[in-house]
Protein backbone atom coordinates (compact mmCIF):
# COMPACT_ATOMS: atom_id res chain seq x y z
CA UNK A 1 0.00 0.00 0.00
CA UNK A 2 2.95 2.36 0.36
CA UNK A 3 3.62 5.06 -2.20
CA UNK A 4 0.27 4.04 -3.86
CA UNK A 5 -1.15 7.23 -5.61
CA UNK A 6 -3.28 6.72 -8.51
CA UNK A 7 -5.01 3.90 -9.60
CA UNK A 8 -4.07 0.12 -10.04
CA UNK A 9 -4.84 -1.44 -13.79
CA UNK A 10 -4.97 -5.21 -14.07
CA UNK A 11 -2.56 -6.52 -17.06
CA UNK A 12 -4.71 -5.64 -20.07
CA UNK A 13 -7.38 -3.53 -18.79
CA UNK A 14 -7.91 -0.35 -20.46
CA UNK A 15 -7.25 3.11 -19.38
CA UNK A 16 -8.71 5.08 -22.20
CA UNK A 17 -10.27 3.94 -25.20
CA UNK A 18 -9.84 5.32 -29.06
CA UNK A 19 -12.84 6.59 -30.41
CA UNK A 20 -13.87 7.69 -26.85
CA UNK A 21 -14.79 11.48 -25.46
CA UNK A 22 -12.18 12.11 -22.56
CA UNK A 23 -11.79 14.87 -19.81
CA UNK A 24 -8.53 14.12 -18.41
CA UNK A 25 -5.16 13.31 -18.63
CA UNK A 26 -3.04 10.77 -17.20
CA UNK A 27 0.46 10.08 -15.43
CA UNK A 28 1.95 6.61 -15.07
CA UNK A 29 3.17 6.06 -11.55
CA UNK A 30 4.53 2.36 -11.76
CA UNK A 31 4.78 -0.16 -14.41
CA UNK A 32 4.07 -0.15 -18.04
CA UNK A 33 0.88 0.72 -19.98
CA UNK A 34 1.04 -0.06 -24.23
CA UNK A 35 -0.78 2.24 -26.66
CA UNK A 36 -2.27 0.87 -29.71
CA UNK A 37 -4.30 2.10 -32.60
CA UNK A 38 -6.72 0.26 -34.28
CA UNK A 39 -7.53 0.77 -37.67
CA UNK A 40 -10.47 1.10 -40.01
CA UNK A 41 -10.24 -2.86 -41.27
CA UNK A 42 -9.86 -3.59 -37.39
CA UNK A 43 -5.92 -4.26 -37.08
CA UNK A 44 -4.03 -3.35 -33.93
CA UNK A 45 -1.20 -1.50 -34.27
CA UNK A 46 1.02 -1.24 -31.17
CA UNK A 47 2.64 2.31 -30.73
CA UNK A 48 4.50 2.19 -27.90
CA UNK A 49 4.90 1.36 -24.38
CA UNK A 50 5.02 3.71 -21.73
CA UNK A 51 6.87 4.00 -18.20
CA UNK A 52 6.70 5.57 -14.49
CA UNK A 53 6.42 9.88 -15.39
CA UNK A 54 5.17 9.37 -18.69
CA UNK A 55 1.77 11.05 -19.63
CA UNK A 56 -0.34 10.22 -22.33
CA UNK A 57 -4.34 11.53 -23.61
CA UNK A 58 -2.70 15.11 -23.38
CA UNK A 59 -4.15 15.68 -26.44
CA UNK A 60 -7.96 15.69 -24.15
CA UNK A 61 -6.69 18.68 -22.57
CA UNK A 62 -6.61 21.20 -24.76
CA UNK A 63 -8.98 19.81 -27.98
CA UNK A 64 -12.10 18.49 -27.85
CA UNK A 65 -11.64 15.52 -29.90
CA UNK A 66 -11.99 11.79 -29.11
CA UNK A 67 -9.40 9.66 -28.19
CA UNK A 68 -6.67 9.09 -30.75
CA UNK A 69 -5.61 5.90 -29.50
CA UNK A 70 -5.98 3.19 -27.11
CA UNK A 71 -3.94 2.79 -24.04
CA UNK A 72 -4.08 -0.40 -21.32
CA UNK A 73 -1.65 -1.95 -19.14
CA UNK A 74 0.99 -4.04 -19.49
CA UNK A 75 1.59 -6.31 -16.86
CA UNK A 76 -0.06 -4.31 -13.62
CA UNK A 77 0.23 -0.25 -13.67
CA UNK A 78 -0.24 2.39 -11.43
CA UNK A 79 -1.81 5.44 -12.93
CA UNK A 80 -2.66 9.16 -11.70
CA UNK A 81 -5.66 10.45 -13.93
CA UNK A 82 -5.28 14.30 -14.05
CA UNK A 83 -8.38 16.43 -14.40
CA UNK A 84 -9.00 18.74 -17.55
CA UNK A 85 -10.59 21.40 -15.09
CA UNK A 86 -7.77 21.50 -12.46
CA UNK A 87 -5.21 21.78 -14.75
CA UNK A 88 -6.72 24.29 -16.79
CA UNK A 89 -7.54 26.40 -13.82
CA UNK A 90 -4.28 26.19 -12.64
CA UNK A 91 -2.58 26.99 -16.08
CA UNK A 92 -4.65 29.64 -16.09
CA UNK A 93 -3.09 31.25 -12.96
CA UNK A 94 0.68 29.99 -13.52
CA UNK A 95 0.98 29.75 -17.69
CA UNK A 96 4.16 28.39 -17.14
CA UNK A 97 2.52 24.96 -15.97
CA UNK A 98 2.10 24.15 -19.31
CA UNK A 99 5.66 24.11 -20.14
CA UNK A 100 6.17 20.33 -19.06
CA UNK A 101 3.41 19.45 -21.46
CA UNK A 102 4.60 21.21 -24.42
CA UNK A 103 8.05 19.47 -23.82
CA UNK A 104 6.41 16.21 -23.68
CA UNK A 105 4.35 16.93 -26.88
CA UNK A 106 7.43 18.52 -28.54
CA UNK A 107 9.38 15.48 -28.28
CA UNK A 108 6.32 13.57 -29.86
CA UNK A 109 6.33 15.79 -32.73
CA UNK A 110 9.61 15.28 -33.12
CA UNK A 111 9.62 11.38 -32.45
CA UNK A 112 6.91 11.22 -35.12
CA UNK A 113 9.29 13.27 -37.64
CA UNK A 114 11.99 11.07 -37.87
CA UNK A 115 8.70 7.83 -37.72
CA UNK A 116 7.51 9.81 -40.97
CA UNK A 117 11.19 9.80 -42.42
CA UNK A 118 11.68 6.30 -42.31
CA UNK A 119 8.53 5.60 -43.43
CA UNK A 120 9.35 8.08 -46.81
CA UNK A 121 12.80 6.16 -47.09
CA UNK A 122 11.44 2.64 -47.51
CA UNK A 123 8.95 3.64 -49.65
CA UNK A 124 11.71 5.01 -51.67
CA UNK B 1 -5.17 77.00 -22.87
CA UNK B 2 -2.83 74.14 -22.10
CA UNK B 3 -4.25 71.86 -19.09
CA UNK B 4 -0.93 71.59 -17.53
CA UNK B 5 2.14 73.75 -17.33
CA UNK B 6 4.58 72.35 -19.73
CA UNK B 7 7.83 70.59 -17.90
CA UNK B 8 11.09 71.15 -19.05
CA UNK B 9 12.87 67.69 -19.91
CA UNK B 10 15.08 67.59 -16.40
CA UNK B 11 12.25 68.50 -14.62
CA UNK B 12 10.23 65.62 -16.60
CA UNK B 13 12.85 63.25 -15.67
CA UNK B 14 14.41 64.97 -13.08
CA UNK B 15 12.93 61.70 -10.68
CA UNK B 16 14.98 59.42 -13.07
CA UNK B 17 18.16 60.97 -13.73
CA UNK B 18 18.95 61.80 -10.01
CA UNK B 19 17.95 58.34 -9.08
CA UNK B 20 21.54 56.55 -9.00
CA UNK B 21 20.98 53.80 -11.72
CA UNK B 22 19.72 49.96 -9.89
CA UNK B 23 19.63 47.20 -11.50
CA UNK B 24 17.21 44.44 -9.76
CA UNK B 25 17.45 41.66 -12.51
CA UNK B 26 18.91 38.74 -11.84
CA UNK B 27 22.27 37.82 -13.95
CA UNK B 28 24.95 34.85 -14.73
CA UNK B 29 26.94 34.31 -10.77
CA UNK B 30 23.81 36.67 -9.12
CA UNK B 31 23.86 35.13 -5.89
CA UNK B 32 20.68 33.50 -3.88
CA UNK B 33 19.90 32.80 -0.69
CA UNK B 34 17.20 30.35 0.10
CA UNK B 35 16.55 30.55 4.31
CA UNK B 36 14.74 27.09 5.55
CA UNK B 37 14.93 24.00 3.33
CA UNK B 38 11.52 23.14 3.44
CA UNK B 39 8.79 22.89 0.57
CA UNK B 40 8.29 26.40 -0.23
CA UNK B 41 12.27 26.99 -0.07
CA UNK B 42 12.89 23.61 -2.50
CA UNK B 43 10.30 24.51 -4.43
CA UNK B 44 11.31 28.33 -4.96
CA UNK B 45 15.16 26.81 -5.85
CA UNK B 46 13.98 23.96 -8.15
CA UNK B 47 11.57 26.60 -9.99
CA UNK B 48 14.37 29.11 -9.80
CA UNK B 49 16.96 27.27 -11.26
CA UNK B 50 15.31 25.27 -13.52
CA UNK B 51 13.27 27.99 -15.24
CA UNK B 52 16.71 30.47 -15.15
CA UNK B 53 18.51 27.26 -16.78
CA UNK B 54 15.66 27.28 -19.40
CA UNK B 55 16.85 30.61 -21.33
CA UNK B 56 20.96 29.91 -20.13
CA UNK B 57 21.05 32.03 -16.65
CA UNK B 58 23.68 30.31 -14.63
CA UNK B 59 22.69 31.04 -10.28
CA UNK B 60 24.36 30.37 -7.66
CA UNK B 61 21.79 28.94 -5.27
CA UNK B 62 22.32 28.03 -1.49
CA UNK B 63 19.57 26.60 0.41
CA UNK B 64 20.74 27.18 4.06
CA UNK B 65 18.91 24.73 6.29
CA UNK B 66 20.53 23.54 9.84
CA UNK B 67 18.33 20.31 9.78
CA UNK B 68 18.86 16.87 8.43
CA UNK B 69 15.38 15.40 7.53
CA UNK B 70 16.80 12.21 7.14
CA UNK B 71 16.96 12.24 11.35
CA UNK B 72 13.62 10.98 12.84
CA UNK B 73 11.74 12.92 15.33
CA UNK B 74 11.83 16.78 15.71
CA UNK B 75 15.12 17.19 14.68
CA UNK B 76 14.39 16.28 11.21
CA UNK B 77 10.75 17.27 11.04
CA UNK B 78 8.69 20.43 9.95
CA UNK B 79 5.69 19.79 12.11
CA UNK B 80 2.64 19.29 10.17
CA UNK B 81 0.19 17.01 9.41
CA UNK B 82 1.85 15.25 6.21
CA UNK B 83 -0.99 15.80 3.83
CA UNK B 84 -0.58 16.63 0.18
CA UNK B 85 -3.58 17.37 -1.42
CA UNK B 86 -5.47 15.77 -4.44
CA UNK B 87 -5.03 19.07 -6.54
CA UNK B 88 -1.19 19.55 -5.63
CA UNK B 89 -0.63 15.80 -6.39
CA UNK B 90 -1.78 16.66 -9.99
CA UNK B 91 -0.15 19.76 -10.53
CA UNK B 92 3.18 18.40 -9.08
CA UNK B 93 2.62 15.17 -11.46
CA UNK B 94 2.06 17.55 -14.30
CA UNK B 95 5.42 19.47 -13.65
CA UNK B 96 7.12 15.89 -13.89
CA UNK B 97 7.65 15.71 -10.14
CA UNK B 98 6.42 12.11 -8.79
CA UNK B 99 6.78 11.07 -5.30
CA UNK B 100 8.10 7.68 -5.03
CA UNK B 101 7.56 5.16 -3.12
CA UNK B 102 8.48 5.39 0.62
CA UNK B 103 7.79 9.10 0.53
CA UNK B 104 4.27 8.31 0.38
CA UNK B 105 3.30 6.62 3.40
CA UNK B 106 -0.41 5.81 2.45
CA UNK B 107 -2.46 7.11 -0.75
CA UNK B 108 -5.72 8.53 0.74
CA UNK B 109 -9.07 7.46 -1.92
CA UNK B 110 -11.55 8.69 0.99
CA UNK B 111 -12.61 10.46 4.22
CA UNK B 112 -15.07 9.39 6.84
CA UNK B 113 -16.39 12.18 8.80
CA UNK B 114 -17.63 10.91 12.21
CA UNK B 115 -20.47 12.87 14.17
CA UNK B 116 -21.84 11.91 17.41
CA UNK B 117 -25.26 11.41 15.27
CA UNK B 118 -23.33 8.76 12.94
CA UNK B 119 -20.49 8.55 9.97
CA UNK B 120 -20.21 8.73 6.28
CA UNK B 121 -17.47 7.87 4.07
CA UNK B 122 -17.42 10.46 1.10
CA UNK B 123 -15.09 8.40 -1.80
CA UNK B 124 -12.88 10.44 -4.09
CA UNK B 125 -14.66 11.29 -7.01
CA UNK B 126 -12.64 9.45 -9.40
CA UNK B 127 -11.90 6.50 -7.19
CA UNK B 128 -9.01 6.74 -6.97
CA UNK B 129 -6.33 7.32 -4.04
CA UNK B 130 -4.91 11.45 -5.71
CA UNK B 131 -3.85 12.44 -1.91
CA UNK B 132 -0.99 11.51 -0.01
CA UNK B 133 -0.10 11.00 3.67
CA UNK B 134 3.36 11.38 4.29
CA UNK B 135 5.80 12.79 6.36
CA UNK B 136 7.86 15.70 6.58
CA UNK B 137 11.17 14.26 8.35
CA UNK B 138 12.37 10.92 8.69
CA UNK B 139 9.17 9.92 10.69
CA UNK B 140 8.23 10.28 14.40
CA UNK B 141 11.08 9.42 16.77
CA UNK B 142 10.94 5.45 17.59
CA UNK B 143 10.51 5.82 13.80
CA UNK B 144 13.45 4.07 12.56
CA UNK B 145 11.99 2.46 9.06
CA UNK B 146 14.52 1.77 6.39
CA UNK B 147 11.78 2.08 3.53
CA UNK B 148 10.80 5.67 5.12
CA UNK B 149 11.52 8.18 3.44
CA UNK B 150 11.15 12.14 4.02
CA UNK B 151 8.75 14.45 1.99
CA UNK B 152 11.08 17.61 2.88
CA UNK B 153 14.27 15.26 1.83
CA UNK B 154 12.55 14.83 -1.48
CA UNK B 155 11.87 18.19 -2.86
CA UNK B 156 15.82 19.09 -0.96
CA UNK B 157 17.36 16.26 -3.06
CA UNK B 158 15.02 17.82 -6.28
CA UNK B 159 16.57 21.23 -5.85
CA UNK B 160 20.44 19.98 -5.21
CA UNK B 161 19.72 18.09 -8.55
CA UNK B 162 18.90 20.85 -10.35
CA UNK B 163 21.73 22.92 -9.06
CA UNK B 164 21.03 24.20 -5.30
CA UNK B 165 23.99 23.65 -2.95
CA UNK B 166 22.39 22.74 0.60
CA UNK B 167 24.44 24.26 4.01
CA UNK B 168 23.95 23.30 7.02
CA UNK B 169 24.49 26.56 8.86
CA UNK B 170 22.26 28.42 10.91
CA UNK B 171 21.98 32.44 10.50
CA UNK B 172 21.46 34.51 13.63
CA UNK B 173 21.44 37.72 11.95
CA UNK B 174 20.23 40.02 9.34
CA UNK B 175 21.12 43.08 7.60
CA UNK B 176 21.42 45.24 4.47
CA UNK B 177 24.46 46.53 3.06
CA UNK B 178 23.65 49.52 0.94
CA UNK B 179 21.01 47.98 -1.08
CA UNK B 180 21.81 44.71 -0.67
CA UNK B 181 20.38 41.88 2.51
CA UNK B 182 23.38 40.29 4.20
CA UNK B 183 23.02 37.41 6.15
CA UNK B 184 25.11 36.53 9.72
CA UNK B 185 26.45 32.81 10.16
CA UNK B 186 26.52 31.63 13.80
CA UNK B 187 30.46 31.30 14.46
CA UNK B 188 31.13 34.50 12.35
CA UNK B 189 31.05 35.36 9.02
CA UNK B 190 28.39 37.28 6.88
CA UNK B 191 27.73 36.97 3.39
CA UNK B 192 25.63 39.49 0.83
CA UNK B 193 23.54 38.32 -1.89
CA UNK B 194 21.47 39.51 -4.61
CA UNK B 195 18.10 37.77 -3.55
CA UNK B 196 16.68 36.36 -0.18
CA UNK B 197 13.67 34.43 -0.32
CA UNK B 198 12.71 33.70 2.89
CA UNK B 199 11.32 29.91 3.66
CA UNK B 200 11.79 29.69 7.12
CA UNK B 201 8.29 29.18 7.94
CA UNK B 202 6.41 30.87 11.50
CA UNK B 203 8.23 28.53 13.77
CA UNK B 204 11.76 29.58 12.84
CA UNK B 205 13.39 32.40 15.14
CA UNK B 206 14.86 34.33 11.71
CA UNK B 207 11.61 36.03 11.25
CA UNK B 208 12.05 37.83 13.84
CA UNK B 209 15.21 39.08 12.25
CA UNK B 210 13.31 40.21 8.79
CA UNK B 211 12.43 43.24 10.07
CA UNK B 212 16.31 44.35 9.63
CA UNK B 213 15.53 43.31 5.52
CA UNK B 214 11.97 44.96 5.90
CA UNK B 215 11.12 47.49 7.92
CA UNK B 216 7.52 46.88 7.14
CA UNK B 217 7.63 43.52 7.72
CA UNK B 218 5.39 42.28 10.66
CA UNK B 219 5.06 38.30 11.49
CA UNK B 220 2.02 36.52 10.71
CA UNK B 221 -1.16 36.29 12.82
CA UNK B 222 -0.33 32.70 14.28
CA UNK B 223 -2.33 29.83 16.75
CA UNK B 224 -0.73 26.86 17.97
CA UNK B 225 -2.33 23.19 16.67
CA UNK B 226 -1.39 19.70 18.00
CA UNK B 227 0.02 16.79 15.91
CA UNK B 228 0.27 13.34 17.74
CA UNK B 229 2.31 10.25 16.51
CA UNK B 230 0.42 7.29 17.89
CA UNK B 231 2.38 4.10 17.30
CA UNK B 232 0.78 1.11 16.85
CA UNK B 233 0.82 -2.03 14.25
CA UNK B 234 0.68 -1.23 10.22
CA UNK B 235 -2.06 -4.47 10.12
CA UNK B 236 -3.72 -2.68 13.55
CA UNK B 237 -3.84 0.95 11.46
CA UNK B 238 -5.21 -0.31 8.12
CA UNK B 239 -8.27 -2.01 10.32
CA UNK B 240 -8.90 0.66 12.43
CA UNK B 241 -8.69 3.30 9.74
CA UNK B 242 -8.26 1.60 6.19
CA UNK B 243 -6.62 4.11 3.55
CA UNK B 244 -9.18 7.02 4.88
CA UNK B 245 -8.57 9.95 6.97
CA UNK B 246 -10.71 10.76 9.73
CA UNK B 247 -12.50 13.50 10.37
CA UNK B 248 -14.24 14.57 13.43
CA UNK B 249 -17.33 17.31 13.71
CA UNK B 250 -17.91 17.09 17.53
CA UNK B 251 -19.99 19.53 19.67
CA UNK B 252 -16.78 19.56 22.17
CA UNK B 253 -16.80 23.61 23.64
CA UNK B 254 -14.32 25.53 21.52
CA UNK B 255 -13.12 22.39 19.13
CA UNK B 256 -13.08 23.63 15.40
CA UNK B 257 -11.33 20.51 13.64
CA UNK B 258 -9.05 17.37 14.02
CA UNK B 259 -8.68 14.23 11.94
CA UNK B 260 -6.30 10.98 12.34
CA UNK B 261 -4.51 10.03 9.37
CA UNK B 262 -3.00 6.76 8.68
CA UNK B 263 0.74 6.15 7.60
CA UNK B 264 1.98 3.03 8.30
CA UNK B 265 2.16 1.70 11.82
CA UNK B 266 2.07 5.37 13.11
CA UNK B 267 -1.30 7.44 13.17
CA UNK B 268 -1.51 11.16 13.02
CA UNK B 269 -3.89 12.85 15.01
CA UNK B 270 -3.94 16.48 13.75
CA UNK B 271 -6.15 19.35 15.84
CA UNK B 272 -6.07 22.93 14.48
CA UNK B 273 -8.52 25.70 15.99
CA UNK B 274 -8.17 29.09 17.33
CA UNK B 275 -8.38 28.32 20.45
CA UNK B 276 -6.39 25.18 21.05
CA UNK B 277 -5.21 24.07 24.87
CA UNK B 278 -4.76 21.09 26.72
CA UNK B 279 -8.14 20.59 28.28
CA UNK B 280 -9.43 20.79 24.26
CA UNK B 281 -6.77 18.16 23.43
CA UNK B 282 -7.64 16.07 26.20
CA UNK B 283 -11.57 16.08 25.85
CA UNK B 284 -11.36 15.14 21.98
CA UNK B 285 -8.61 12.15 22.62
CA UNK B 286 -11.43 11.05 25.37
CA UNK B 287 -14.37 11.44 23.51
CA UNK B 288 -16.51 7.96 22.33
CA UNK B 289 -16.94 8.88 18.60
CA UNK B 290 -12.84 9.52 18.66
CA UNK B 291 -12.22 6.51 20.89
CA UNK B 292 -14.21 4.20 18.74
CA UNK B 293 -12.54 5.08 15.94
CA UNK B 294 -9.34 4.65 16.79
CA UNK B 295 -8.21 3.95 20.52
CA UNK B 296 -5.93 6.62 21.36
CA UNK B 297 -5.94 5.79 24.91
CA UNK B 298 -4.38 2.44 24.02
CA UNK B 299 -1.68 3.53 22.00
CA UNK B 300 1.73 5.11 23.42
CA UNK B 301 2.08 8.76 21.82
CA UNK B 302 5.96 8.47 20.78
CA UNK B 303 5.98 12.09 19.03
CA UNK B 304 4.17 15.21 19.46
CA UNK B 305 4.26 19.07 18.80
CA UNK B 306 2.41 22.11 18.74
CA UNK B 307 3.37 23.76 16.29
CA UNK B 308 2.35 27.71 15.20
CA UNK B 309 0.10 27.55 12.13
CA UNK B 310 -0.04 30.58 9.94
CA UNK B 311 -3.54 32.23 10.24
CA UNK B 312 -3.12 35.66 7.71
CA UNK B 313 -0.19 37.50 6.73
CA UNK B 314 -0.51 40.92 8.40
CA UNK B 315 2.42 42.81 5.80
CA UNK B 316 3.14 41.94 1.85
CA UNK B 317 5.39 39.22 1.85
CA UNK B 318 8.50 41.15 0.02
CA UNK B 319 10.72 43.89 -0.46
CA UNK B 320 13.61 45.36 -2.24
CA UNK B 321 15.80 42.16 -2.99
CA UNK B 322 13.73 39.89 -0.13
CA UNK B 323 10.68 37.88 -0.68
CA UNK B 324 8.84 35.36 1.50
CA UNK B 325 7.53 31.98 0.27
CA UNK B 326 4.95 29.17 2.16
CA UNK B 327 4.41 29.91 5.46
CA UNK B 328 6.60 33.02 6.19
CA UNK B 329 4.17 35.00 4.07
CA UNK B 330 0.85 34.12 2.48
CA UNK B 331 -1.02 30.38 2.96
CA UNK B 332 -4.00 28.89 2.68
CA UNK B 333 -6.08 29.09 6.25
CA UNK B 334 -5.66 25.33 8.06
CA UNK B 335 -5.48 23.30 4.64
CA UNK B 336 -2.94 22.87 1.94
CA UNK B 337 -0.20 24.76 3.59
CA UNK B 338 2.35 22.62 0.84
CA UNK B 339 0.01 23.71 -1.71
CA UNK B 340 0.47 27.12 -0.98
CA UNK B 341 4.31 26.60 -0.54
CA UNK B 342 3.97 25.27 -3.86
CA UNK B 343 2.26 28.39 -5.60
CA UNK B 344 3.98 31.32 -3.76
CA UNK B 345 7.52 29.27 -4.01
CA UNK B 346 7.04 29.28 -7.96
CA UNK B 347 5.42 32.49 -8.75
CA UNK B 348 8.07 34.00 -6.68
CA UNK B 349 10.80 32.21 -8.65
CA UNK B 350 9.33 33.03 -11.75
CA UNK B 351 8.99 36.70 -11.07
CA UNK B 352 12.64 36.94 -9.73
CA UNK B 353 13.85 35.14 -13.16
CA UNK B 354 11.99 36.90 -15.83
CA UNK B 355 10.98 40.09 -13.93
CA UNK B 356 13.45 41.27 -11.20
CA UNK B 357 13.78 41.36 -7.73
CA UNK B 358 12.86 44.98 -6.95
CA UNK B 359 9.82 45.50 -4.34
CA UNK B 360 7.78 46.58 -7.74
CA UNK B 361 8.20 43.50 -9.21
CA UNK B 362 6.67 41.38 -6.76
CA UNK B 363 4.34 43.45 -6.40
CA UNK B 364 3.52 43.30 -9.99
CA UNK B 365 4.01 39.19 -10.49
CA UNK B 366 4.20 37.83 -7.51
CA UNK B 367 1.42 39.52 -5.28
CA UNK B 368 -1.38 38.67 -7.55
CA UNK B 369 -0.21 35.00 -6.96
CA UNK B 370 -0.56 35.96 -2.81
CA UNK B 371 -3.91 38.04 -3.48
CA UNK B 372 -5.42 35.32 -4.89
CA UNK B 373 -4.91 33.25 -1.95
CA UNK B 374 -5.77 35.95 0.84
CA UNK B 375 -9.04 36.46 -0.90
CA UNK B 376 -9.74 33.03 -0.95
CA UNK B 377 -9.10 32.82 2.94
CA UNK B 378 -11.65 35.67 3.65
CA UNK B 379 -14.19 33.08 1.97
CA UNK B 380 -12.73 30.16 3.84
CA UNK B 381 -13.09 32.09 7.60
CA UNK B 382 -17.04 32.44 6.45
CA UNK B 383 -16.95 28.62 5.30
CA UNK B 384 -15.67 27.41 8.50
CA UNK B 385 -17.93 29.79 10.76
CA UNK B 386 -20.77 28.42 9.18
CA UNK B 387 -19.13 24.98 9.60
CA UNK B 388 -19.04 25.78 13.67
CA UNK B 389 -23.14 26.79 13.51
CA UNK B 390 -23.76 23.45 11.44
CA UNK B 391 -21.88 21.58 13.74
CA UNK B 392 -23.60 22.73 16.98
CA UNK B 393 -26.59 22.04 15.45
CA UNK B 394 -27.89 18.36 16.25
CA UNK B 395 -30.87 19.00 13.61
CA UNK B 396 -27.90 20.68 10.97
CA UNK B 397 -26.06 17.68 11.41
CA UNK B 398 -28.37 14.96 11.07
CA UNK B 399 -29.00 16.78 7.72
CA UNK B 400 -25.90 17.12 6.13
CA UNK B 401 -25.37 13.42 7.30
CA UNK B 402 -28.38 12.40 5.66
CA UNK B 403 -27.70 14.64 2.71
CA UNK B 404 -24.11 13.20 2.28
CA UNK B 405 -24.99 9.23 2.76
CA UNK B 406 -28.11 9.53 0.63
CA UNK B 407 -25.34 11.17 -2.24
CA UNK B 408 -22.44 8.08 -1.07
CA UNK B 409 -25.44 5.31 -1.56
CA UNK B 410 -26.65 6.46 -5.01
CA UNK B 411 -25.19 6.01 -8.47
CA UNK B 412 -25.01 8.69 -10.43
CA UNK B 413 -26.43 11.42 -8.10
CA UNK B 414 -25.26 14.92 -7.57
CA UNK B 415 -22.55 14.88 -4.89
CA UNK B 416 -23.50 18.30 -3.66
CA UNK B 417 -22.33 17.78 0.32
CA UNK B 418 -20.44 15.24 -0.57
CA UNK B 419 -18.53 17.67 -2.75
CA UNK B 420 -17.99 19.83 -0.14
CA UNK B 421 -17.06 18.18 2.59
CA UNK B 422 -14.62 16.38 0.48
CA UNK B 423 -12.95 20.10 -0.91
CA UNK B 424 -13.47 21.25 3.14
CA UNK B 425 -11.58 18.63 4.80
CA UNK B 426 -8.92 17.91 1.45
CA UNK B 427 -8.01 21.21 0.69
CA UNK B 428 -8.10 20.25 -2.78
CA UNK B 429 -10.65 23.15 -3.94
CA UNK B 430 -10.53 26.99 -3.00
CA UNK B 431 -12.52 27.63 -0.65
CA UNK B 432 -14.73 30.61 -3.23
CA UNK B 433 -15.58 27.63 -5.16
CA UNK B 434 -17.33 25.41 -2.28
CA UNK B 435 -19.02 28.47 -1.55
CA UNK B 436 -19.98 29.04 -4.67
CA UNK B 437 -21.21 25.22 -4.68
CA UNK B 438 -23.20 26.36 -1.34
CA UNK B 439 -25.79 28.43 -3.59
CA UNK B 440 -26.25 25.95 -6.43
CA UNK B 441 -30.17 25.69 -6.14
CA UNK B 442 -29.39 21.87 -6.15
CA UNK B 443 -27.42 21.89 -3.00
CA UNK B 444 -29.98 24.31 -1.19
CA UNK B 445 -32.63 22.08 -2.48
CA UNK B 446 -31.36 19.03 -1.43
CA UNK B 447 -30.24 20.33 2.16
CA UNK B 448 -33.35 21.51 2.57
CA UNK B 449 -34.96 17.87 1.81
CA UNK B 450 -32.56 16.48 3.92
CA UNK B 451 -33.25 18.79 6.69
CA UNK B 452 -37.10 18.19 6.47
CA UNK B 453 -36.89 14.71 6.28
CA UNK B 454 -35.79 14.86 9.80
CA UNK B 455 -38.79 16.46 11.69
CA UNK B 456 -41.10 13.62 10.19
CA UNK B 457 -41.94 11.07 12.63
CA UNK B 458 -40.20 8.64 12.28
CA UNK B 459 -42.52 6.18 11.26
CA UNK B 460 -43.50 8.40 7.49
CA UNK B 461 -39.87 9.66 7.46
CA UNK B 462 -38.03 8.41 3.77
CA UNK B 463 -34.71 6.58 4.78
CA UNK B 464 -31.98 7.30 2.99
CA UNK B 465 -31.15 4.96 0.34
CA UNK B 466 -27.99 3.85 2.52
CA UNK B 467 -30.35 3.00 5.56
CA UNK B 468 -32.52 1.31 3.05
CA UNK B 469 -30.08 -0.65 1.98
Not at chain 1, 26 to 46: F, I, L, R, T, W
Not at chain 2, 278 to 296: G, K
Not at chain 2, 409 to 437: C, D, E, I, V
Request: proline content about 4%.
Amino acid sequence: MRGALGKVYRDGEIIIRQGRTGESMYVVQGGKVEVVQQSADGNEQHLAFLDAGDFFGEMSVFEKEVRSATVRAHGEARVLKIDKRTLLRRIREDPLLAVNLLKTMSHRIRELNGEIARHRETRL
Amino acid sequence: MPLSQPKSVAEAFGSIVDEPERDFNLQDGSRIAVVGGGPAGSFFAFFLLRMAQAIDLDLDVSIYEPRSFARCGPAGCNHCGGIVSESLVQIMAAEGIRLPRGVVQRGVESYVVHMDVGDVAIESPVHEQRIAALYRGNGPREGGDAELASFDGFLQNMAVEQGARVVNRLITGASRAGERPVLEFAGGGEEDYDLVAVATGVNSNFIDLLGHLDPEYTRPKTTRGYICEFRSTEDEVLRLLGSSVHVFLLTIPRFEFAAIIPKGRFATVVMVGEDLDEELIHAFLNDPVVRRTFPTDAVPCVCGCSPLINLGARARPYADRVVMVGDSGVTRLYKDGIGAAFRTGKAAATTAVFHGVARTDFERHFWPACRSIVNDNRIGKVMFATNAIMKNSRFTRRAMLRMARDEQARQGAKPHMSSLLWNMFTGSAPYTQMFRGTLHPGFLFHFLGSALAGLRPAGKRPKARSEVA
